[in-house]
């Protein structure tokens, strides 16, 4: 059984936190089986296709993704004429404005520019 290794922008993407947040939890040695290969991180990812970070000894509960997401991520480019801003992105109605967007692996990238 082979296990599979991401990068630190792959997992932070899966774990919907920042790339700096998880650095930060690598650093500090939170991260179960991650190493560092030069300069960059090869995380592993456990039977669910997550990284698994362990829990920290103060402060609230993390607010990551435990699971993988189940639902595809929508991106609807408005008209340049709408007022709202360009870019409504978001899964299952929760949508969210901005005015441009990051994409990573199966998505289109589009900005207002």
Request: proline share 6%.
């Amino acid at each position: 059984m082979s296990v599979s290794l991401v990068s630190t922008t792959e997992a932070a993407f899966l774990l919907n936190i920042s790339t700096g947040r998880l650095r930060f939890l690598l650093n500090s040695g939170r991260v179960i089986g991650a190493r560092k290969v030069k300069r960059l991180w090869q995380i592993p990812l456990n039977h669910r296709g997550m990284p698994e970070i362990t829990p920290g000894r103060r402060g609230p509960e993390p607010t990551w993704n435990k699971n993988q997401r189940t639902a595809n991520t929508f991106i609807h480019l408005m008209s340049p004429g709408v007022k709202t801003p360009w870019i409504l992105s978001g899964c299952d109605g929760c949508g969210r404005y901005c005015h441009a967007t990051h994409c990573l692996r199966y998505f289109l990238v589009r900005s207002s520019n």
